[in-house]
């Protein structure tokens, strides 16, 4: 391992999980849910089903985050684009997430994981934005996994909004232009806190980014499994991160993993 020591990316060695498996560890792993309507087809049963037999598979892969040592962990449950479904479809999403969240908030407590929601939250309904908000609250002190669930998320739209954060600063008067640099600009992001994904990881076999952290997916290793997200459990996750601990990140340079990102 060569370059920098400073900065965010830990050397494998202080991650004890991963130094226990001699694995170069993703700290931040983000993961597009997909796959949850084909499930359910292939079985002749309605989509809700794949979803509600997808919540178990986000079970699994807390459990196998945990396991692995991962520190960050996020799930893209819904984009801003999710509202284009049947209506029917929709209110299902947000009643099961609801009924998830209340029903697994003290083990995740018990866990120590951080929860949190990404995304434009506010336009959520009433009783979802209340959930979420009791499971950050009871989770803030914890730091084991911080789980951040991308709801009503989109990647642009999340630019958008540091755009105009930015630009309404800039004309009170409270920051000069020539300061808005990547950094700052990072600061505007609803991932402000945290690092960027290390490894971004897509079921049902889809290639693509579908709108999901366009800014901090810059330098994220890639990997596409062809299973479905209700059938993704923790061996796949294992073998996912297996994966990138063989991959070479040059982050541009020419010499492998030279510290951190840009
Ligand atoms: C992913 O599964 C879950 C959400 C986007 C909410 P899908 O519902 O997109 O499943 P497919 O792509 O139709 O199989
Ligand atoms: C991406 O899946 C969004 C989530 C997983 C929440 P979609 O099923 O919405 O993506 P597309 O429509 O296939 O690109
Ligand atoms: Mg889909």
């Known amino acids: 391992m060569t370059g920098a020591?400073?900065?965010?990316?830990?050397?494998?060695?202080?991650?004890?999980a991963e130094a226990a498996r001699g694995l170069r560890m993703p700290r931040h792993v983000a993961i597009i849910m997909d796959g949850n309507g084909r499930w359910a087809?292939?079985?002749?049963?309605p989509r809700?089903?794949?979803?509600?037999?997808?919540v178990e598979s986000v079970r699994r892969v807390i459990r196998g985050s945990i396991r692995l040592g991962v520190r960050y962990l996020t799930l893209y449950?819904?984009?801003?684009?999710?509202?284009?479904?049947?209506?029917?479809?929709v209110s299902?999403?947000?009643?099961?997430?609801?009924?998830?969240?209340?029903?697994d908030l003290e083990d995740l407590y018990r866990e120590g994981v951080r929860f949190r929601a990404i995304g434009a939250v506010e336009e959520l309904p009433e009783a979802t934005q209340r959930q979420i908000r009791l499971a950050e609250e009871r989770t803030a002190g914890?730091?084991?996994?911080?789980?951040?669930?991308?709801?009503?998320?989109g990647g642009r739209r999340e630019i958008v909004e540091a755009v105009r954060r930015l630009a309404a600063?800039?004309?009170?008067?409270?920051?000069?232009?020539a300061e808005i640099d990547e950094r700052r600009f990072a600061r505007e992001l609803y991932t402000a806190e945290i690092p960027d994904?290390?490894?971004l990881i897509r079921t049902a076999g889809e290639y693509r980014i579908s709108n999901f952290l366009l800014w901090q997916v810059a330098y994220c290793e890639l990997w596409v499994s062809d299973v479905l997200w209700p059938d993704f459990g923790e061996e796949d996750l294992r073998q996912a991160v297996e994966d990138y601990s063989h991959r070479q990140r040059r982050f541009g340079g020419l010499s492998e993993w030279p510290g951190d990102a840009p």
């Open 5 to 16: 020591a400073a900065g965010p990316r830990p050397k494998p060695e202080e991650n004890p």
């Open 41 to 45: 087809q292939r079985r002749g049963l």
């Open 169 to 177: 600063a800039c004309r009170r008067g409270e920051i000069d232009p």
């Open 92 to 103: 299902f999403l947000w009643h099961l997430l609801g009924q998830a969240v209340a029903h």
């Open 142 to 153: 914890n730091s084991r996994l911080y789980l951040q669930v991308a709801l009503n998320y």
């Open 197 to 199: 994904p290390d490894l």
């Open 77 to 89: 449950a819904f984009s801003t684009e999710n509202w284009r479904r049947p209506p029917e479809e």
């Open 48 to 54: 809700g089903l794949g979803h509600r037999a997808g």
